[in-house]
């Protein structure tokens, strides 16, 4: 890692509260050396007109989702939520193989480093092809120049045997040493879980210092096969498998009651706000002003936070106006928290001497004036994924000049459509799902 040093940008050293510099950013060995005067010596980047922000974090991704952009539907179309599921997206994963994995981890990690995203939290499905695919990714995110943090999905949907193979994807994934990766215990959701493997999957987390990372209340599905089954609501019973704590990582929470926030509170545990899939699943709207550790995910439609973050604000505005944009920034910071935590880096999502030198350069030539009181507003109505020019993660270069610096994008981009020409061929012999929630017909 070479030093070298952004010159003449205004700087964003951090989102919440804002705090705005105008200076050098110096990067030393994979970390921000200091903000002031450019060192002499070093090679530069000039930044002049910039706006030099943290990395964004997309708190939960499914990169596993990348090939479906444009991908043939042939079935009835589903009419609700479990539906959708069984039509679609667990079609969509038994039809994956290590070459179907590899290449969508390559668009899913592509499109989130173009757009700004410096780290991506995922939850990874491939029921035929288990052993191996965390790595598979990291791999792949490292060659990108994208941080990420892992998780297999364990379930019984497919059986015992995949559902064995999945946590042991997990076992082995936290015992891997990725530069750029770290890992998390994967859970798909309460209604295709057993009492014995949600236990197991605490118990690994547990072991290995980790969260669970679980979708949560999703759908009022995931609600009655739990009351019907444990007797409980589904915090309920993720509270009494020990699953939450303040590392575990609940995606959606759209239906949860008050007793069940409350528990979340009182656990200190991290939910993640998926909008856009939301409203596309429509599954309804999650009680976002609940929460007090409160990130924000893409869920696998795509990985351009500045979006997604927005599409986040206007939802929850469209509920209760009172909510100002500087909730975008507290959201956006919220999720670099995650991912500081997963790292065990406090200072992630921060630009400040010390700090992993994860950092987005936007070409901003903003015809307003922009300061610390207002980039909540910039953001929310100015700021977009257009503006990225430059992304920097540990210290090294992944985008300059708007284009992938450590790959040929091209030549993957070739290999890309030609696997997802194979996974669509695969996935038109691949059936509905037979699994059903209790409760769902």
Known sequence: MNPVTLTGGTVVSSLDPVELLAGNVAVEDGRVASIG??????????????????????????????????????????????????????????A???????????????????NGTTTVID???????????????????????????????????????????????????????????????????????????????????????????VHVAEDEADQRDAQIRFGKRVVE??????????????????HVDEREREAIRSAGAWVVHNATSNMNNSVGHAPVRSFDRL?????????????????????????????APSWILARMADSARVAAQAFGEPLLGRIEPGAPADLVVLAYDTPTPLS??????????????????????GGEWSVLDRTLARVDAAELTARCREAATRLWERLDHVAEHPFVPAGSS
């Open 372 to 393: 610390a009181e207002n980039l909540a507003g910039h953001w929310a109505f100015g700021l977009g994924a257009r503006h990225v020019r430059d992304v920097m993660v």
């Open 123 to 213: 939850h990874h499905a491939s029921p035929n092809a288990v052993d191996g695919s965390l790595d598979l990714i990291a791999s792949v995110q490292t060659d990108l120049g994208v941080r990420s943090v892992l998780c297999y999905e364990v379930s019984d949907r497919d059986g015992p045997d995949r559902a064995d193979a999945g946590l042991e994807e997990n076992r082995r994934f936290l015992k891997s040493e990725w530069p750029l990766s770290r890992g998390m215990v994967g859970a798909h959701a309460s209604f295709t879980l057993s009492e014995e493997t949600l236990a197991t999957c605490v118990d690994l987390a547990q072991s290995q210092g980790v969260g669970i990372h």
């Open 37 to 94: 005067a450019a060192p002499p010596g070093t090679a530069t980047r000039d930044c002049s007109g910039c706006l030099v922000i943290p990395g964004n974090v997309c708190a939960h991704h499914h990169l596993y989702s990348s090939l479906a952009r444009g991908m043939p539907y042939r079935l009835d179309p589903p009419r609700n939520f479990v539906e959708t599921l069984r039509r679609l997206w667990w079609r969509l994963d038994r």
């Open 295 to 323: 990130a924000v995910g893409t869920d696998g439609v795509g990985g351009d936070m500045f979006a997604e973050s927005k599409t986040a604000f206007w939802r929850a505005r469209e509920i209760d106006p009172s909510i």
């Open 96 to 114: 994956l193989d290590d070459e179907a994995v590899w290449a969508s981890a390559v668009v899913g990690g592509a499109v989130a480093i173009l």
């Open 237 to 254: 019973r993720l509270a009494a498998a020990g699953a939450l704590d303040e590392r575990a990582l609940l995606a959606h929470c759209v």
